[in-house]
C-alpha cells in the first residue's frame, strides 16, 4: 500500500510521461524541416532497438519512421528528422498509433494537429 501525503503528491506516470514529451517539442510546427524524400537513417540514440533505415516514399516505412522519432527523439531530432507537411498528412492514421500522453503532448501544444485528427473519408 502506498500512503500519499497532501503536502508531497505524487503525480501519476501519465502526467510525468505528457510533461516529458512537452519539453521536448519544438516552438512551432513550421520548425519541423525534416526530409520528404529518400531514405532516412535514424541515430542510435532513437533507434536504439531494431530497425534503423526508414524509406518515406513507402508509407508504412515513414509512418514506422514518425512514431519511432516522436517517442524516442529529442527536440533537435524531432525538428531534423520529422517535415511538418508529412506530420500533418499522417496524423490522422499516427495519432492512433502513439502513446496517449504523447499524443496530448502534441495535440496540446499545436492545435493545428488536434484540427486534422479526423480520418478523411473517401
Do not use: C
Amino acid at each position: 500500500m502506498v500512503l500519499r501525503s497532501s503536502r508531497f503528491p505524487v503525480p501519476n506516470a501519465f502526467e510525468l510521461l505528457r510533461e516529458q514529451y512537452a519539453k521536448r517539442l519544438p516552438a512551432r510546427l513550421g520548425d519541423l524541416e525534416g526530409p520528404t524524400h529518400g531514405s532516412v537513417d535514424l541515430p542510435v540514440h532513437v533507434a536504439w532497438s531494431g530497425r534503423r533505415s526508414y524509406d518515406l516514399e513507402q508509407p508504412r516505412s515513414r509512418m514506422g519512421l514518425y512514431r519511432t522519432v516522436l517517442a524516442e527523439g529529442q527536440r533537435q531530432d524531432l525538428v531534423t528528422l520529422l517535415n511538418r507537411d508529412l506530420l500533418l498528412g499522417q496524423w490522422p492514421v499516427l495519432r492512433t498509433l502513439i502513446s496517449r500522453p504523447l499524443l496530448e503532448a502534441w495535440e496540446t501544444a499545436f492545435p493545428e494537429l488536434a484540427a486534422v485528427r479526423k480520418v478523411p473519408s473517401a
